[in-house]
């Protein structure tokens, strides 16, 4: 579509009311090119735009290389921002990623709530945007696509209360900008709360960091443990964070507290089988991604999608896909990750002697 100058056509001699109306005429006409023009490409390739928070936990290049994969297989093309944690940058990455007529845009948020805008202005170009993972709110977004996160939580305190049926626990959160944490949290409180109210196992602490970062979540840990030691277990938000918090464990002798975390990361598989992390949440990467990546292209083409669940943004309710997670102990290591393929069992124990 042409850019329209309007001194060209003497729009000063003309009455203010005809003015008017050629100025609502002409910004529908812009509207409607800019809402269809992506929903009516007939030929060539899909392209994907993926704006993802960062790189720096293992799971992520994992789910890009999967989708990656898998969206090239569907005939796709896939164009890739890394924000490396910072809001405001995958704010603008998402506006250049609008800006290069991207058929369909893919998120994984670093802040819940600070792209509601920019997801509009996407909308209002007529891009679909699919929410990965983690849940963009207050957005409206045209398809969720995620672990049931609150059983993801559920699942790590109960693995835990099976351990450690009476003690001392601590929860180390994710970051609190980011939703899941928030579900996450919600599940383990489900387990705990009632457990604690008969008086079973005591909260000594909960911290909640403003980002998934291990060195905040040692020094919380850190601080916790030099006013109360009576730590018998340390849920932890991910398998990342749990690794720090097993080092500050070991660090201050107090190797023996049960420690959970989530992504089945091949360290913290490792660790399982060595006996220094008691539990992990295997969420399979590759099934997400490759869903994803086909409903991506579905979307990128204007096909329906049907979900059999709904989850709200904090504005209204948006289409969610949610997939199971999986429970790892050393007793599950062989039957869930190495058996799916996730990690290889010479690489899971590898640290282990052989008999």
């Not at 003015?19 to 060539?44: D, Y």
């Not at 993926?50 to 164009?79: N, P």
């Not at 991207?102 to 997801?119: C, E, G, T, Y």
């Not at 944490?181 to 489900?190: D, Q, S, T, Y």
């Amino acid at each position: 579509m042409g850019t329209f100058e309007a001194g060209n056509i003497g729009l000063k001699r003309l009455p203010a009311a005809l003015a008017a109306l050629f100025f609502i005429a002409l910004m529908v006409l812009s509207l409607s090119c800019g809402k269809g023009r992506h929903r009516q490409r007939t030929s060539g390739a899909p392209v994907i735009g993926f704006s993802m928070d960062s790189l720096v936990v293992e799971r992520w290049k994992r789910d890009i290389e999967v989708f990656t994969r898998s969206a090239h297989d569907l005939g796709a093309e896939v164009v890739l921002e890394v924000a490396d944690q910072d809001p405001a940058v995958q704010e603008q990455q998402v506006r250049d990623l609008i800006a290069k007529d991207v058929d369909v845009l893919v998120i994984v948020p670093n802040d819940a709530d600070k792209l509601s805008a920019v997801v509009a202005e996407a909308k209002a170009n007529g891009i679909p945007v699919l929410s990965y993972d983690r849940l963009v709110r207050k957005a409206g977004v045209d398809l969720y696509i995620s672990f049931d996160n609150e059983k993801v939580g559920s699942l790590m305190a109960e693995a835990l209360t099976r351990a450690v049926p009476a003690g001392g626990f601590v929860i180390i959160n994710g970051a609190k900008n980011d939703h899941n944490a928030v579900m996450l949290n919600e599940g383990v409180h489900k387990v705990l709360d009632p457990r604690i109210a008969s008086g079973k196992s005591r909260l000594v602490a909960e911290i909640w960091p403003d980002s998934w970062d291990s060195d905040k979540a040692a020094s919380g840990l850190e601080a916790v443990i030099a006013k109360d030691r009576a730590i018998d277990a340390v849920i932890a938000g991910n398998d990342m964070l749990a690794e720090a918090a097993i080092r500050v464990l070991a660090e201050n002798r107090m190797g023996k507290v049960k420690v959970a975390g989530q992504d089945a990361d091949l360290a913290a598989c490792q660790r399982i089988a060595e006996g220094s992390q008691h539990a992990t949440i295997y969420k399979p990467i590759d099934q997400l991604a490759l869903k994803a990546a086909g409903f991506a292209v579905m979307l990128a083409k204007g096909e329906p999608i049907a979900t059999d669940s709904v989850i709200d943004d904090g504005s209204g309710k948006v289409p969610y896909i949610r997939l199971e997670p999986v429970l790892v102990t050393k007793e599950l290591l062989k039957a869930t990750v190495i058996k799916d393929g996730f990690h290889q069992e010479a690489d899971v124990y590898r640290n282990i002697p052989e008999d």
